[in-house]
């Protein structure tokens, strides 16, 4: 459960920063911003991946546990 909740906290953290600089962008029409907040949104999109990799994985490994009691 631990994994998860690591990759869904860096998940909103990214968000919350592509946010910001979606902010930036509409305000000052600066092309880094747009450029951080596409990368921002990316990031975020891959740390929902692996969080959903990781709970399918627990999930599994539970699973396995459960099948080897009598």
Known sequence: ???QRLWLGLAVV???TAVVQLYLLASTGAVWAG?????GFAA???CLLAAWK???RERGDTREIDSHRP
């Open 1 to 3: 459960m631990m994994p």
């Open 14 to 16: 990214y968000a919350c």
């Open 35 to 39: 450029t951080l907040t596409a990368a």
């Open 44 to 46: 975020a999109l891959l």
């Open 54 to 56: 990781s709970s399918k």
